[in-house]
């Protein structure tokens, strides 16, 4: 947090080996929002049990607004885990105007630093409210214990970035953007990026620097995408696969990995510095095969070939690369031939 200025909606940090032992202690009563795995990993290190504690159900609005109704009086809420846990707490904090507290315990997703809490509606992930932590609790061992796997997975909503921009360009070039064009945000989302990319070993290794670099990266973010009001700088066509994907399976994916794969495709079909991409996944250890999504490759035909089709029919999906560059048969068969499946 040191030398980030701007809006990174953290409110206070705690950050380091052994950052979340007598955690407890400095919350007065509070509930905790978690899940069965993180918390055995936790509850010891915290020094004062909570009053309560409410285990991810799962994400629906229904089963949250149930959870939250069974809160009693407390001062905090504490939230610990991954990104369900996170949200659940969040949303708890925004309800009842709770001081919120998180401490992931894996970096795959950011929703530890972003504002509005994930849930579901249907079929369909909807953000709402508005929480920041107080302080945000980075224990580097307590990631540790994550398989490394998913912390790295963190990597993928910033290395979108690389794509994401490119997508942005061409939407201000073809005067199609949403948004006001900012030159200024996108040098400074890349120069976010430029910086993870420089700690691809320590990533890789889990290393106290390499997974305070993830979560730099995501405050660096916010310094952009707060203030501007939307996200533009880090989703485009890589994460509009991911929907398309999502929606064709039914089933959900390691958010990263995905993104990963995304940024694989979507950099092939922009001309954007593919190997380059590619390489830096490499190199940091982030899965992104269909192999290790366990996607088919007849699956992963289907959705590239009905990707250009899928975006015109949401008005919700900004114009990316999608809308002026056609996906045909060839195309698919020479992006397929580069990955495992
Ligand atoms: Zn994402």
Redesign the pocket.
């Known amino acids: 947090m040191i030398g980030i200025s701007g809006q990174t909606n953290v409110l206070s940090s705690r950050f380091g080996r052994g950052a979340a032992d007598g955690l407890g202690k400095d919350l007065g009563s509070f509930v905790v929002a978690t899940m069965e795995v993180p918390w055995g990993l936790v509850k010891e290190r915290l020094g004062a049990d909570p009053t309560q504690v409410l285990m991810v159900e799962n994400m629906q609005l229904e089963t949250i607004e149930r959870q939250l109704e069974s809160v009693g009086e407390v001062d905090t809420v504490l939230g610990v885990g991954g990104g369900q846990a996170i949200d659940l707490a969040k949303y708890i904090a925004w309800k009842r105007q709770l001081p919120l507290v998180t401490l992931p315990t894996v970096l795959s997703?950011?929703a530890f630093v972003t504002p509005a809490a994930g849930i579901r509606r249907g079929h369909r992930v909807d953000y709402v409210g508005e929480s920041s932590p107080n302080p945000l609790v980075i224990d580097y061992d307590v990631l540790r214990t994550a398989p490394p796997e998913l912390n790295i997975a963190g990597v993928?909503?910033l290395l979108?970035i690389h794509t994401a921009c490119f997508d942005w360009e061409l939407a201000h070039m073809a005067g199609a953007s949403e948004y006001p064009f900012s030159q200024r945000d996108v040098d400074a989302a890349r120069q976010i990026l430029s910086a993870v990319m420089s700690q691809a070993v320590a990533i890789r290794e889990c290393t106290d620097e390499g997974l305070q670099a993830i979560v730099d990266g995501y405050m660096r973010v916010n310094t952009i995408c707060l203030p501007a009001g939307h996200y533009r700088v880090?989703?485009g066509s890589e994460?509009y696969l991911f929907y398309e994907l999502e929606e064709r399976l039914q089933r959900p994916f390691i958010?990263g990995w995905i993104?990963g794969l995304g940024v694989h495709l979507l950099s092939r079909l922009q001309g954007n510095q593919h190997e380059e991409a590619v390489a830096f996944m490499e190199e940091v250890g982030l899965p992104h095969q269909p192999s290790d999504l366990e996607i088919r490759k007849e699956d992963l035909r289907a959705s590239l070939l009905a990707l250009n089709d899928y975006i015109r029919s949401r008005s919700d999906l900004w114009y990316t690369v999608l809308n002026e560059r056609e996906i045909n048969q060839a195309w698919v068969d020479d992006a397929l031939g580069t990955l495992s499946f």
């Open positions: 997703v950011d993928g909503d979108s880090e989703e994460h958010h993104v």
